[in-house]
């Protein structure tokens, strides 16, 4: 650990030389007043850069606009659905579930990023009050579902509790399988209207990635507060949170309500396949006809598709590779 953080030091000491450099040069170069344009103002200042750092910044710059323009055409056509659902009196509810660090909340943020305000929330419930914990389990994310026309993102649902209250000890055991017995019906009630969609995505990241993603988030102040008492604990708990994910799909996948595992290593990708994946199941007038919404098969795969994989690794090793 301790070697650790003299790396993590070492490179922050490093990154603030950076930093500084690139400010003196453009503390420099806005003292010269005769640029056309901000165009020459960026090539000005990419020609003083050392070559390291017009790499650096270069290749950065150009991987995010690529990124961001990978996601655009897909984004266009979540506004189009978004519109339909409105028009039509539709509703949808989205769950983002899964471990700790798996990119949800960023997923959810390029989901709704164009989309109309007035006709999407997004809900990330906290811990239950203590009055919240004497009534069904349900209760306070039934109150939070959509109206007509209208999409429910739910950052985290229900299912804490088949996974972090059950691994954790926050909920009993009775509590646990009342949940597990009873969840199947809930979902068929909440669908039954013909008007709902629900759709179940559990994103699932490997421990390495996992624990990569830990340290940036207690090294760096910018994201220290996404780092819970449950993240902490995560790592240890990793073959548990396996478990639990083995029972969920297990007793809860359904050929009504089915889950879709989001591979998010590569998180670029799971925030593209995600956004083809909602588009695909909720349908809409007016899809693009030349966009590919093909699913990758290395990023999405369906709930079922997962428990094979599961047990075929259960079978030959004795115990899931996940």
Known sequence: MAGKNINWRSNRRKS???????????EDIREIDNFENHADHAQSLLTRLKSKQRKSIIQSALTAHLQDEDLKPYQAELIKMQRHLEKTDRK??????????????????????????????????????NIQR?????KRYIEQFP????????????????MVEQVMG???????????NRVNDYEKSFISDGTTQLLK????????????RFERRKNDPL?????????????????????AKYK???????????????????????????????????KYRGRARLLDFKLNPDIVIPGDQELKNMEAQLAQKGAFKE
């Open 16 to 26: 603030t030389r950076h930093i500084a450099s690139i400010r003196e040069t453009i």
């Open 92 to 129: 949808a509810i989205i769950l983002f579930d899964g471990r700790d660090a798996a990119g949800k909340g960023g997923t959810i943020r390029r989901v709704t990023r164009y989309m109309n305000e007035k006709h999407y929330r997004i809900v990330a419930l906290g811990k239950p009050s």
């Open 134 to 138: 004497t009534e069904l389990h349900m």
């Open 147 to 162: 109206h007509a026309g209208e999409m429910v993102l739910f950052d985290r649902s229900w299912y804490n509790r088949a």
């Open 170 to 180: 926050f909920c009993s055991k009775p509590q646990y399988r009342q949940f597990m």
């Open 201 to 212: 995505l559990y994103f699932s990241v490997s421990r390495k990635e996992q624990l990569r």
């Open 223 to 243: 994201r220290q507060w996404k780092l819970s008492e449950v993240d902490l604990q995560a790592q240890d708990m990793w073959d548990q949170f396996t478990e």
């Open 248 to 282: 969920l799909l297990k007793k809860t996948h359904t050929p009504e309500n089915p889950w879709f595992i989001i591979r998010s290593d590569n998180k670029h990708l799971a925030r593209l396949e995600t956004i083809k994946l909602i588009l695909n199941q909720i």
